[in-house]
């Protein structure tokens, strides 16, 4: 068993993470392309190694199938600073968040991404600051249903619903739990719920939501609020051993600058531009009644009209 542990850990020691790329599959199985990022490997050793556990499921900030999109948000900090960022997505995530937040011996793992923050007095790790992105939550409507919505509090007149597989934070979900918001097993059917009126509005994180309408064909019937309701900062959790790694020290630096924040805002945007074109032409759920057809024609006219005039202008 030491003699195996050993050349795994030569193994993991010889190989790093160069450059992100994406590649598209599931064509045939989905009906559309998904993106994946996939990483390059390169020989070498000079790299400080973050072996990350994250939650599967939950693409685009984690996913078994799909990896995650800040392959390509730090390639940057890789290149230039020499950190490689390991994910893996194990089946018992929860259990082995427990036993990195105790202390418990795990191979390899010395990090957990997608980190909400939570007092935890057991534990010894610590958090990354700033958060290397803040998850926001919004309110979606269907497009016929208009709602008078104030404040938190005047959700309470209407019925909410929200997918499990959205990963919270307990402020978050204590909110929700005060205003009686309904789950349901996946955004497929939190979707068709709404469109169907068995829910007034759905809360749900943007991107994982968003790319979730265009998956289904929905997007044009559905519509967000135009603000965020709840912001939820994610952090990366590290062994207390890296913490006063001079690496780490830069990537704390480089998650402040405005550098960072471009180049994350811009891979979400062209991750989302690749659903929208690549599932351009999926025939929706037959949910959608004709009522609801009819107004994605004219909000489709108004659009067009719109964008004429502007030309004209």
């Given at each position: 068993m030491k003699q195996i542990t050993a050349l795994l850990i030569i193994f993991f020691c010889s190989f790093n993470v160069s450059a992100a790329t994406i590649k598209m599959f599931?064509?045939?199985?989905?009906?559309?392309?998904?993106?994946?990022?996939?990483?390059?490997?390169?020989?070498?050793?000079?790299?400080?190694?973050?072996?990350?556990?994250?939650?599967?499921?939950?693409?685009?900030?984690?996913?078994?199938?799909?990896?995650?999109?800040?392959?390509?948000v730090f390639e940057e900090l890789t290149d230039k600073e020499h950190i490689a960022f390991h994910y893996s997505y194990p089946n018992d995530f929860q259990k082995k968040v427990e036993n990195f937040e105790r202390g418990k011996s795990q191979e390899y793992i010395n990090a957990y991404c997608n980190a909400y923050y939570e007092h935890l007095p057991y534990s010894k790790n610590e958090y990354i600051y700033p958060a290397f992105f803040e998850n926001k939550i919004y309110v979606i409507t269907s497009i016929q249903n208009k709602l008078e919505l104030t404040t938190k509090e005047s959700l309470k007149k209407y019925r909410g619903i929200r997918s499990k597989t959205d990963q919270i934070s307990s402020f978050v979900a204590k909110d929700f739990s005060n205003l009686k918001i309904k789950e349901v097993d996946n955004y497929a059917k939190a979707y068709e719920e709404l469109l169907t009126g068995k829910a007034d509005y759905l809360v749900a994180s943007y991107y994982p939501s968003l790319i979730e309408a265009y998956k289904l064909g929905i997007r044009n019937y559905i519509i967000y609020s135009a603000n965020s309701v709840w912001k939820m900062p994610m952090f990366i959790r590290i062994h207390p051993k890296l913490k006063n790694n001079s690496r780490i020290k830069a990537m704390e630096k480089y998650l402040k600058s405005s550098r960072y924040k471009k180049i994350r805002d811009a891979a979400f945007e062209e991750l989302i531009e690749i659903y929208k074109n690549n599932t351009l032409g999926i025939?929706?759920?037959?949910?959608?009644?004709?009522?609801?057809?009819?107004?994605?024609?004219?909000?489709?006219?108004?659009?067009?009209?719109?964008?004429?005039?502007?030309?004209?202008?």
């Open positions: 599931g064509k045939e199985e989905n009906g559309f392309n998904q993106p994946k990022y996939v990483q390059k490997f390169i020989s070498g050793t000079e790299y400080l190694d973050i072996y990350c556990i994250a939650k599967d499921n939950h693409f685009p900030f984690s996913s078994k199938e799909q990896e995650t999109v800040f392959y390509k025939v929706p759920p037959t949910y959608i009644n004709t009522e609801q057809k009819d107004r994605k024609e004219e909000k489709e006219a108004e659009e067009k009209t719109t964008q004429e005039q502007k030309l004209e202008n």
